[in-house]
């Protein structure tokens, strides 16, 4: 993470949610750094909010995809966004699966310690996310109040959603943070 980078408090922390998730998008990355037991995709679905009175993101994942596997096994996950020449790594974890061979360092991104959790978060990024899981849930089709969200579940493999309290957020603060 670049040493530019500080500490960022949820209350000040500034940013269009909906080009985040639908046209920046996001590294969701989950799994212990220190035991090298991780893996990362990016994530276009998800949200960012108050529950239980704590600063929350959401996150979606299906079953099919390897990352759930380590969102499963671990209490941590974290968020990256990227400046824009970092659109290509993305498209690779996006596109490409950790079971298949090391995607990560095909990518060229630098995975590096978050300030608090397990997962890692990447020295590329110019804003992270530390989350610490607190719930989840497996979409259930019967729930769906509109037809045409069945559209998206072509395999019906229905997304598992993971709310994680947001402990820590680092990041340009000049882009992502009101003046304090």
């Not at 922390?13 to 920046?24: A, G, I, R």
């Amino acid at each position: 993470m670049d040493t530019n980078f500080s500490e960022i408090s949820y209350l000040n922390f500034l940013s269009n949610s909906f080009e985040l998730w639908d046209k920046t998008w996001l590294l969701l990355t989950s799994g212990d750094f220190g035991k090298g037991d991780f893996n990362s995709m990016t994530v276009a679905w998800g949200g960012l909010g108050i529950m239980w009175n704590k600063p929350m993101a959401m996150v979606v994942v299906r079953p099919t995809r390897y990352t759930f596997k380590f969102i499963n096994s671990y209490d941590t996950f974290s968020l990256c966004v990227f400046p824009e020449q970092c659109r290509s790594a993305l498209n690779l974890l996006g596109s490409k699966s950790g079971r298949d061979g090391d995607k990560i360092k095909a990518s060229s991104l630098t995975p590096i310690a978050s300030s608090s959790i397990a997962a890692p978060v990447y020295k590329e990024a110019e804003l992270s996310l530390e989350c610490r899981k607190m719930y989840w849930e497996d979409l259930n089709p019967q729930h769906f109040l509109y037809p045409e969200i069945e559209k998206n579940y072509a395999k019906k493999d229905y997304h598992r959603m993971i709310m994680g309290e947001v402990v820590k957020i680092y990041g340009a603060k000049q882009k992502y943070s009101l003046q304090e």
